[in-house]
Structure formats: structure tokens, C-alpha cells
């Protein structure tokens, strides 16, 4: 349930302010959609801890690339190592 009051406000900088900000996430999936479906997945406590992570990682020092959400009950996703970079 909290999970999903905190996509609120994700789903509202979606709509109304990143449209304005051009496309920046050096990720795929955008650290937006990271986010909802890191808190819908996870939980409001584990996924707000691995959308932060994310945001800290988006910045000009990391390559990006394909970094998906880790599936329930892990912290990780090794599926992303595969397609590192673009």
C-alpha cells in the first residue's frame, strides 16, 4: 500500500517535469521506471533504498547501460552484467 502512494509522485515528475528535461538516464530501464517498479516490486523500504542507489549511480562517472530491477527477494540482478554499456 505505501509502495504505491510513493509511485505517486514518480508517476507525476513522469507527466508533468521530465518531458521538459529531455532524455538524460544514462540507464535502461529510466531511473523513473526503475524507481516504481523497484517500490512495486520490493516494497516501499527495499525499493526506495534500490531507487536511491540508481539515482546515485546516474551520473556522468558510470557507463550506464541494460540495469533492471534485481526479482523479488534479491539485492542484485546478474542478468544485468550481460549487456553492460551501450
Known amino acids: 500500500m505505501i509502495a504505491r502512494v510513493l509511485v505517486l509522485p514518480i508517476k507525476w ?3 508533468y517535469i ?4 529531455g532524455t538524460n538516464c544514462r540507464f535502461l530501464p529510466t531511473c523513473s521506471e526503475y ?6 516490486t520490493h ?3 527495499k525499493g526506495s533504498i534500490l531507487a536511491a542507489w540508481r539515482i ?3 551520473n556522468p562517472l558510470c557507463k550506464g547501460g541494460y540495469d533492471p530491477v534485481p526479482p523479488k527477494g534479491r ?3 546478474d ?4 549487456f553492460r554499456g551501450h
Open 43 to 45: 516494497g516501499a523500504v
Open 79 to 82: 542478468d544485468r552484467r550481460l
Open 13 to 15: 515528475y513522469k507527466k
Open 18 to 21: 521530465s518531458p521538459h528535461l
Open 35 to 40: 524507481a516504481m517498479e523497484a517500490l512495486l
Open 56 to 58: 546515485l549511480r546516474c
Open 75 to 77: 539485492w542484485k540482478n
